[in-house]
């Protein structure tokens, strides 16, 4: 039975209260879920799709039941204040979102369940290992990875480039979602009527608001407020004004809403990270890949590389260079690489790369140099604390300022990844 049309809120107790039945009881489920970094797009994306498709599922879908899970433990939250401001627009507590702790411990698999993927289109990690082959479904923005099987009907598969996720997510269900919003059928739950239905078009006008600005966050950050070289495709243009179309239609929220003010007070609490630790600013927005037997890290991070080797003083710690060495330890890399964001002291947006590789994948990282430096007009850069200077038989790293500033961890990546597919072992 489809989830009747409610808040975003109800909806992930719904949610919740099926996967847990789905664990213990075998009920047929579908979980849609984001990337391991477990970004802003992948939270937006996942609820969206999750929210409308539980509302409308397709009649021949697996179950009427999508949950949307974030793909990180529930201890992770906290290192995303931007999630704390974007759920407070959409009226839902961050305790409420669903995260890895939330599912069966890896001897107990879900065996009733089939995937979607949005933000990514190949499922990694552990949930990679024991779910890849229940993938029905993706809609993602970056580069193909050929994963998905190509039937995946009744769930789309839509692998395409923009800047956003979310933008395509908007835009595959805005005609259920304008079929839901249309009917104006709510359940009293919200009134404290219980589960009588009623014809109320001006609550279910603010819940579509909060859903819009909820889905809004991420198009907006992850665009520059659709100013971003490079990066804004039409799909984000339309489906940022679909959204504010909805936000518009409530009485409640048109009159105080201001996008540009609303994607300052985003992008400012996800560069809000002063009370994180080093370690915390590393794996806060963190991919990671297998290539060749050999593991490739890569850390977003939204200050620039000064501010790193600062916070390791702070913090008295051993060097920046010995926690990069700790890091790359812990985690068995041969590559690993940060990319920050940042504005210079002139006002202007600038980039970041450092590459680091142990020196029996020096070889691959000196090829991706070779090639990164035309790709995304690499410069030498110096940071005081940061030697580049080779230790041979330890590591190799390198450290430039990217002049390409349309070029993100979607484009460096997959380079990144095929250097190392030449690795010898």
């Not at 809609?139 to 395509?168: F, M, Q």
């Not at 890949?289 to 991070?301: P, R």
Request: proline share 4%.
């Amino acid at each position: 039975m489809a989830f009747p049309r409610n808040s975003l809120r109800a909806f992930l107790q719904h949610a919740k209260t099926n996967l847990f039945k789905a664990i213990h009881e075998e009920h047929n489920i579908n979980i849609v879920v984001g990337n391991e970094s477990a970004d802003l797009d992948s939270l937006t994306s996942s609820l969206l799709y999750a929210y409308i498709k539980s509302i409308a599922s397709p009649r021949n879908s697996f179950s009427p039941v999508y949950v949307p899970l974030l793909n990180i433990p529930a201890s992770r939250l906290r290192l995303r204040p931007e999630f704390s401001a974007v759920c407070a627009h959409a009226n839902i507590a961050i305790d409420r979102l669903i995260t890895l702790d939330d599912l069966p411990s890896q001897s107990n698999q879900l065996r009733s369940v089939r995937w979607i993927l949005v933000d990514h289109n190949k499922l990694q990690g552990s949930l990679g290992n024991q779910y890849s082959s229940r993938v029905r479904g993706v809609i993602d923005h970056h580069e193909e990875e050929n994963a998905v099987p190509e039937n995946t009907d009744p769930e789309p598969r839509v692998v395409e480039k923009c800047g956003s996720c979310t933008s395509l997510v908007v835009r595959q269900c805005k005609p259920a979602w304008d079929s839901i919003s249309s009917s104006s059928l709510s359940t009293g739950a919200a009134h404290g009527q219980g589960e009588v239905a009623v014809n109320d078009s001006a609550v279910t006008q603010v819940w579509d608001a909060q859903v819009a600005k909820m889905a809004l966050a991420s198009i907006l950050v992850d665009t520059a407020n659709l100013t971003a070289p490079g990066k804004v495709e039409q799909v984000d243009r339309d489906s940022v004004d679909y959204l504010e179309a909805k936000i518009q239609l409530s009485s409640k929220d048109a009159a105080t809403w201001s996008r540009d003010l609303y994607y300052k007070e985003i992008d400012e609490a996800k560069r809000n990270i002063s009370s994180l630790s080093l370690i915390e600013v590393l794996i806060k927005d963190y991919k990671g890949w297998t290539e060749s037997g050999a593991k490739l890290g890569i850390s977003s991070v939204v200050k620039p590389l000064d501010f790193l080797v600062q916070k390791a003083s702070e913090e008295k710690l051993p060097s920046f260079e010995e926690q990069l060495q700790q890091f790359m330890d812990d985690r068995d890399l041969s590559v690993f690489a940060i990319m920050t964001t940042s504005t210079s002291s002139k006002g202007e947006f600038q980039r970041e790369l450092l590459v680091q590789a142990r020196s029996s994948a020096s070889s691959s990282a000196i090829n991706f140099a070779e090639q990164g430096v035309s790709d995304f007009q690499l410069e030498d850069l110096n940071i005081k604390g940061v030697s580049t200077q080779d230790k041979p038989g330890q590591y190799w790293r390198k450290v430039w300022l990217q002049k390409d500033l349309s070029k993100s961890r979607k484009q460096v990546a997959p380079l990144l990844r095929k250097a190392m597919t030449s690795l010898i072992e």
